[in-house]
């Protein structure tokens, strides 16, 4: 059987905007009519999805599989790591958990976990013509170069020709495509076809002297230089950051004396699905931003704790920072202030935190805000399911994706949030969460509520409502198809596509 058609994106280091020139490239590919998926050997990430199937990904995966209007699969993304210290991860293959890992350990076991790569890539090929495959980090760090399977040793495994990108405006760029050149075997040097210059500001003409001197240098032509886009505004491009927080989203408190509501999201060390807030931050009565201190929370209207892949560390953070206390008083004074807790920021709002097993963290034990009169224990499946849901108080739909490892108990005390009507495609009838303080207090373990464009903007008038404001109508719903053609239309007008398919094709 003849196998896909490769393209593999590599960068100069993190951050880069690998993720969205594949993204862009997979959607160009598919309106170019070919049979496209996104392929990422590892991802090491907090912000996963859940797939059909009930496996864990990177959200990167499941936001390129959008890009190819295909279901997200387990074979896109075979391994994920997970950090949850500086030094231990989750591991994750093939959507499934199968231990917490130091960084050492990890790396030994890393030789073993390369089959599971390749095979996933070799059900890919045999599914689709195309397959844009994104690598990790930087394709030359010395320390990690003898044990990568995500870079160039896959690229070579796949036969795939490399585009390399670089991020101009962290400056340097010249130096930075160079170099990493420099840094690879002569052999790894043959598989770099391309370079692509990203986030450029200004009038590209200006580059000619360093685009004319990085060719001859090198030997290898620059595919595109794709200008810098702002993800707000009218021309703005609005999709996910793949695993963080943009530095404009943290800011100030919106002081313009507009009825904006001021949404503060705690920004936990272990931050978890933080495009949860996305559609959130596109409203045009929120002024959405991510804090680190407590000093930092200021007339916050709404106050988010978010997931977090180790939610006793965290919890042990915010008692710690002075973020608990500061939490409490504003509940207490301000009786308009909401407070939202979504999965691991859910079962800190209880009373008590255990995990017997070890699960998550080495703490078997702590106690947390105390603000619900509920109790977390931590089991050792984990829960991954999609599931579509009612709000309990208005029965306006929502669907989403559940991942933890906790079950909280006495919330029947309380009035649900949700009621889950569907889990993995199959009718049920289950509660999620709770609602306190008269709807002050809002907990679940659905991620991705908010993205339901009724459902977002009921909540937020709700909340305009207890500060006495008036309602606003949702004029415009998020429509992510609609913004990957933006994406694939900026991206295709600052490329040169002829030389793009002579690349592919292995013409160049």
């Given at each position: 059987?003849?196998?896909?058609?490769?393209?593999?994106?590599?960068?100069?280091?993190?951050?880069?905007?690998?993720?969205?020139?594949?993204?862009?490239?997979?959607?160009?590919?598919?309106?170019?009519?070919?049979?496209?998926?996104?392929?990422?050997?590892?991802?090491?990430?907090?912000?996963?999805?859940?797939?059909?199937?009930?496996?864990?990904?990177?959200?990167?995966?499941?936001f390129q599989a959008e890009a190819c209007r295909i279901e997200p699969h387990?074979?896109?993304?075979?391994?994920?790591?997970?950090?949850?210290?500086?030094?231990?991860?989750?591991?994750?293959?093939?959507?499934?958990?199968?231990?917490?890992?130091?960084?050492?350990?990890?790396?030994?076991?890393?030789?073993?976990?390369?089959?599971?790569?390749?095979?996933?890539?070799?059900?890919?090929?045999?599914?689709?013509?195309?397959?844009?495959?994104?690598?990790?980090?930087?394709?030359?760090?010395?320390?990690?170069?003898?044990?990568?399977?995500?870079?160039?040793?896959?690229?070579?495994?796949?036969?795939?020709?490399?585009?390399?990108?670089?991020?101009?405006?962290?400056?340097?760029?010249?130096?930075?495509?160079?170099?990493?050149?420099?840094?690879?075997?002569?052999?790894?040097?043959?598989?770099?076809?391309?370079?692509?210059?990203?986030?450029?500001?200004?009038?590209?003409?200006?580059?000619?002297?360093?685009?004319?001197?990085?060719?001859?240098?090198?030997?290898?032509?620059?595919?595109?230089?794709?200008?810098?886009?702002?993800?707000?505004?009218?021309?703005g491009i609005k999709i996910s950051e793949e695993d963080s927080v943009p530095?404009?989203?943290?800011?100030?408190?919106?002081?313009?004396?507009?009825?904006?509501?001021?949404?503060?999201?705690?920004?936990?060390?272990?931050?978890?699905?933080?495009?949860?807030?996305?559609?959130?931050?596109?409203?045009?009565?929120?002024?959405?931003?991510?804090?680190?201190?407590?000093?930092?929370?200021?007339?916050?209207?709404?106050?988010?704790?978010?997931?977090?892949?180790?939610?006793?560390?965290?919890?042990?953070?915010?008692?710690?920072?002075?973020?608990?206390?500061?939490?409490?008083?504003?509940?207490?004074?301000?009786?308009?202030?909401?407070?939202?807790?979504?999965?691991?920021?859910?079962?800190?709002?209880?009373?008590?935190?255990?995990?017997?097993?070890?699960?998550?963290?080495?703490?078997?034990?702590?106690?947390?805000?105390?603000?619900?009169?509920?109790?977390?224990?931590?089991?050792?499946?984990?829960?991954?399911?999609?599931?579509?849901?009612?709000?309990?108080?208005?029965?306006?739909?929502?669907?989403?994706?559940?991942?933890?490892?906790?079950?909280?108990?006495?919330?029947?005390?309380?009035?649900?949030?949700?009621?889950?009507?569907?889990?993995?495609?199959?009718?049920?009838?289950?509660?999620?969460?709770?609602?306190?303080?008269?709807?002050?207090?809002?907990?679940?373990?659905?991620?991705?509520?908010?993205?339901?464009?009724?459902?977002?903007?009921?909540?937020?008038?709700?909340?305009?409502?207890?500060?006495?404001?008036?309602?606003?109508?949702?004029?415009?719903?998020?429509?992510?198809?609609?913004?990957?053609?933006?994406?694939?239309?900026?991206?295709?007008?600052?490329?040169?596509?002829?030389?793009?398919?002579?690349?592919?094709?292995?013409?160049?």
């Amino acid at each position: 059987m003849k196998r896909a058609k490769t393209l593999h994106i590599c960068g100069t280091g993190s951050g880069v905007g690998k993720s969205v020139i594949a993204s862009a490239l997979c959607r160009i590919f598919l309106q170019d009519g070919y049979r496209v998926c996104p392929f990422k050997a590892q991802n090491m990430a907090l912000n996963s999805f859940v797939t059909r199937e009930g496996g864990e990904i990177g959200r990167a995966q499941a936001f390129q599989a959008e890009a190819c209007r295909i279901e997200p699969h387990v074979d896109m993304n075979p391994i994920l790591i997970k950090p949850t210290a500086d030094r231990r991860a989750q591991v994750i293959v093939h959507g499934k958990p199968i231990a917490n890992m130091s960084a050492l350990r990890y790396v030994r076991h890393k030789k073993r976990l390369s089959g599971a790569a390749f095979s996933s890539f070799d059900r890919l090929s045999r599914r689709y013509e195309l397959i844009v495959m994104e690598g990790a980090g930087s394709p030359v760090e010395i320390n990690l170069k003898s044990h990568d399977i995500v870079n160039l040793k896959m690229a070579r495994y796949a036969a795939a020709p490399v585009v390399l990108v670089g991020d101009i405006d962290k400056g340097g760029v010249f130096a930075w495509l160079v170099g990493t050149l420099e840094l690879m075997e002569r052999e790894e040097r043959k598989q770099v076809k391309a370079f692509i210059i990203n986030k450029f500001r200004g009038d590209a003409r200006l580059l000619k002297p360093g685009i004319d001197f990085l060719e001859k240098r090198t030997g290898i032509k620059v595919l595109g230089v794709i200008p810098y886009f702002h993800p707000s505004g009218r021309n703005g491009i609005k999709i996910s950051e793949e695993d963080s927080v943009p530095l404009d989203n943290f800011k100030g408190a919106d002081m313009s004396g507009r009825r904006k509501l001021n949404i503060d999201v705690i920004y936990l060390p272990h931050i978890s699905n933080f495009t949860d807030f996305d559609a959130l931050e596109r409203e045009p009565d929120v002024s959405l931003r991510y804090i680190k201190t407590p000093e930092s929370l200021n007339r916050p209207d709404i106050i988010i704790i978010p997931g977090t892949k180790n939610t006793a560390n965290d919890l042990r953070r915010l008692k710690e920072s002075g973020f608990a206390q500061r939490l409490d008083r504003i509940m207490r004074d301000d009786k308009s202030a909401v407070l939202i807790g979504i999965c691991g920021g859910f079962q800190m709002l209880g009373a008590r935190i255990r995990d017997p097993h070890g699960t998550e963290s080495r703490q078997k034990e702590t106690d947390a805000l105390g603000m619900l009169k509920m109790e977390t224990v931590f089991g050792k499946d984990k829960v991954l399911s999609r599931v579509k849901a009612k709000e309990a108080s208005s029965g306006l739909e929502v669907s989403g994706y559940e991942i933890h490892h906790g079950k909280s108990r006495n919330i029947r005390n309380y009035m649900p949030a949700f009621i889950i009507i569907e889990r993995n495609g199959k009718i049920v009838r289950d509660t999620d969460g709770v609602v306190a303080m008269n709807g002050r207090i809002y907990g679940t373990y659905i991620h991705g509520i908010f993205d339901a464009d009724t459902f977002r903007r009921s909540f937020l008038n709700r909340v305009r409502l207890r500060k006495g404001w008036g309602v606003l109508s949702s004029k415009t719903s998020f429509n992510p198809d609609r913004e990957l053609n933006k994406l694939a239309g900026h991206v295709r007008k600052n490329m040169d596509m002829k030389y793009l398919y002579k690349i592919i094709e292995g013409g160049a």
